[in-house]
């Protein structure tokens, strides 16, 4: 069985200081030892050199959020909506389904070629980079693969200033998804195409891909049964209720707000708040 765990936008973190004081006391040592000893080997340099990277490499704040490799294109375009959030999901289900796919050998022959399927380097327009449509950029990675929205799938984007940028980003058509996996048959690749459609309506559900053919030999339909009898139960109680994010609030109510919910998880700053 496969699980998904979603780490939101974990991104790594470390000391810079520990890392600049243990370079430092490198190059020092370094310094006072070639006093010493010369060494006239290129390749001991070499070796010690790659020694020291691999064991100081800094870990610090990445500059990419590795999830947006798995973002939906409403998402990055900031045209998501609530009754689309699955489709959100099932676009993310698609990428890692992608690189499943590569795990065949047919597909691909060495496990050291694996790698995202839409590893951008930018997202416009959250990061906008100096050129207006970069090479790298998340959209025109994804675009490079299922090909350019069509005329009609972008008048269905409210946000002008996107549906502009999708006009004016140069066009492409799909790319073959059998010269990606040319292992894959018909039916993994329908799946695959499915789940990676630009338009949130033509993207398939949750439970058009439990119907999908590809995946019917390993569907428990007993199981959703009992999952379904928990959801309807869930909604029953209401316990699904967002509505409160809809309600339009000031920027002091906001900050009240979380002052309180810190507050109620730390008794002990109640007197110093007071």
Same mark, same amino acid.
């Given at each position: 069985s496969l699980?998904?765990?979603d780490?939101?936008l ?5 000391n ?5 004081d243990?370079?430092?006391k490198?190059?020092k ?9 010369k ?7 070499s ?5 020291f990277?691999r064991?100081?490499?800094p ?8 999830t947006?490799?798995y973002r939906?294109?409403?998402?990055? &375009? %900031? @045209?998501?909506?609530r #009754?689309?959030?699955g489709a /959100? ?5 698609g990428?890692i389904?992608?690189e499943?796919?590569?795990m ?5 022959r060495?496990?050291q070629?694996r790698?995202p ?7 416009i327009?959250?990061?906008?980079p100096?050129d207006?449509?970069p ?5 025109t ?6 090909g350019t ?7 269905n984007i409210?946000?002008e ?12 058509l799909?790319s073959?998804l059998?010269?990606?996996y040319?292992?894959?048959d018909e ?7 499915? &789940? %990676? @459609?630009?338009d949130v #309506?033509?993207?398939?559900? /949750?439970d058009?891909?439990?119907?999908h ?7 428990d ?8 009898k928990?959801?309807?139960k ?6 699904l ?10 920027m002091?109510t906001?900050r ?7 507050l ?7 007197k110093s708040?007071?």
């Amino acid at each position: 069985s496969l699980k998904i765990c979603d780490f939101g936008l974990a991104r790594c973190t470390y000391n810079n200081q520990q890392f600049i004081d243990n370079k430092r006391k490198s190059n020092k040592n370094k310094s006072s030892q070639s006093k010493q000893v010369k060494i006239s080997s290129k390749s001991m340099k070499s070796s010690s050199s790659s020694r020291f990277r691999r064991n100081h490499v800094p870990k610090r704040l990445t500059q990419h959020v590795v999830t947006r490799w798995y973002r939906a294109p409403e998402v990055i &375009l %900031l @045209q998501q909506k609530r #009754e689309y959030l699955g489709a /959100v999901d099932m676009w993310s289900v698609g990428c890692i389904f992608g690189e499943l796919l590569q795990m065949l050998r047919e597909n691909l022959r060495s496990h050291q070629h694996r790698k995202p399927i839409f590893p951008g380097q930018s997202s416009i327009p959250l990061s906008p980079p100096s050129d207006p449509f970069p090479s790298m950029d998340q959209l025109t990675v994804i675009f490079g693969i299922i090909g350019t929205p069509t005329p009609e799938e972008i008048l269905n984007i409210d946000n002008e200033r996107a549906a502009r940028f999708l006009r004016q980003i140069p066009k492409c058509l799909p790319s073959p998804l059998k010269n990606m996996y040319p292992g894959a048959d018909e039916q993994a690749l329908s799946l695959l195409r499915g &789940l %990676l @459609q630009f338009d949130v #309506e033509k993207r398939i559900t /949750v439970d058009e891909a439990l119907s999908h053919p590809f995946i019917q030999h390993v569907r428990d339909e007993q199981n959703e049964k009992k999952f379904d009898k928990i959801l309807n139960k869930i909604k029953s109680e209401n316990s699904l209720n967002f509505e409160f994010e809809d309600i339009k609030m000031k920027m002091d109510t906001y900050r009240s707000l979380i002052i309180e919910e810190v507050l109620r998880y730390n008794k002990h700053l109640l007197k110093s708040h007071k």
